[in-house]
Structure formats: C-alpha cells, structure tokens
C-alpha cells in the first residue's frame, strides 16, 4: 500500500539518487545542484517557489540562515455596492444587506519575508555550490517545472513509489511539497508541543495556525495525544 508521507531517509535516498548524466561518457553521476534543491526544500521545510528564489545574498553563512522572500496572489471577493468582503458562495451582502449578482473581484499580492535557520551540512554544500560553480543571483537558475522534474526522478531513481492523499485516497508521484510536508511531519514527531507548533508555523511561513496544526493530524501525533490522555486517566 502507497505511504502517505516521505520519511528522512527516503529524503536520504533521493540526495543519493540525485543524477545526471555525464556528457563525455554518458554514465549518470551525482549532480551537487540536484542534491542540493532537495536539501534546501527539505531541510527548512520551504516551498518550491521559494527555494527557486533563494539569492547568494540570502544566506548568511555567519548567522546560519537564509532569508525568504514570499510572493502570493490572492483574490478578494467585493460587494459591488459597499465593498464589504465577500464568500465565494455569497449571494447576499453581510454589510449592506444587498443581493449580490455581480461581484468585485480584486486581485491583491502579499509579500512576506522570513529568516530561518539551515543546517550545517546544507550551508557548507551551498558554499562548495556557489564557490565551484560562480554562482551570482539566484542560486537555483532552473525553472519551477525542471525543479518538478529533478524531484520526481530522483524519486523514481530511489524506488519511492506513489504517495496517497489521506483525505482523498488519490495517489500521486512525489512532488517537491511532499519533501515540505516530509519536513513538518518530522518536526510534529520530534516535538508535538503548542509552542514547537508555533516555532513550526514561523519556519514553514504559515499565515494561519491552523494550517500547521494539520501535520499533528497527518503524522498521527494529534490523536496518539489524544488517546493517551485517555489511557493515564
């Protein structure tokens, strides 16, 4: 039966099968930018978009950390006649009380920065990446479907098959969010308490507690919490 989630050490699998293929020799070899993009995902737990626009000047190899610059539309929904926010499924205006045929819809952009520790062994790959590499501007010069597609591979090379959705049952091939989600799990695992969750939220970026809480659920912790309890008492 598929897993619901990755583990480290699947993580570790896909670092190992992290591949390209030599264009001398046609052999496939490690590929340090490869094993890279999935560390950097990984290991603060960052979205894809993010990760893809991580600058040299990002990181601070000093304090050991990266600063995250995010960017996300979203859609407002108006009254047409107050301007009072909407639901989509509103037919009928809260503020002025009006029924609405017609709504507004304004698209807003919210920015957001974060900075966040990285681990050692990551800091010292990015150094090794940049210094043999030249690298200057942004770290990962790919586009968001090749990064899909490093991680799929690396996924496939590994012998990771598909993961199931246990909200859905759908099953799908890794993605770069299961490597974020594989983060959060095992960081819930780690330490389930309302103040680790809080630390969680700041790392992961999250605008609502809420949806940090969901991986208490997904990784088990939240109703072996609850059970517990049950049993001591």
């Known amino acids: 039966m598929p897993k619901t989630y990755l583990e480290p050490a699947d993580i570790e699998a896909m670092e190992r099968h992290a591949l390209t293929r030599d264009r001398r020799t046609?052999?496939?070899?490690p590929c340090l930018r490869d094993r890279l993009l999935i560390r950097v995902i990984f290991w603060p737990g960052i979205r894809v978009?993010?990760?893809l626009a991580i600058r040299v000047e990002d990181v601070d190899?000093?304090?050991g950390?990266?600063?995250?610059k995010h960017l996300k539309a979203r859609t407002r929904i108006l009254c047409p006649h107050c301007e009072t926010r909407l639901t989509r499924t509103a037919r009928?205006?809260?503020g002025c009380g009006r029924q609405v045929d017609n709504p507004v819809r304004k698209e807003q952009e919210a920015r957001r920065m974060r900075t966040?520790?990285?681990?050692?062994d990551t800091l010292e790959m990015l150094k090794d990446f940049i210094h043999r590499?030249?690298?200057d501007g942004l770290i990962f010069k790919v586009s968001r479907n090749q990064a899909w597609k490093i991680i799929r591979d690396s996924a496939e090379r590994a012998g990771l098959g598909k993961l199931i959705n246990p909200d859905t049952g759908r099953v799908h091939w890794v993605s770069p969010h299961q490597l974020r989600n594989a983060f959060a799990i095992m960081a819930v695992k780690t330490d389930g308490s309302t103040d680790a969750i809080r630390m969680l939220q700041q790392q992961l970026g999250h605008a609502n507690i809420g949806t940090t809480m969901k991986y208490r659920k997904l990784s088990g912790e939240e109703q072996k919490g609850w059970y517990d309890k049950l049993v001591k008492r």
């Open 26 to 29: 046609g052999e496939m070899v």
């Open 49 to 51: 978009s993010e990760a």
């Open 61 to 63: 190899f000093d304090e």
């Open 65 to 68: 950390t990266v600063t995250i």
């Open 92 to 94: 009928f205006c809260p």
């Open 116 to 120: 966040i520790p990285l681990d050692g």
């Open 133 to 135: 590499d030249g690298t």
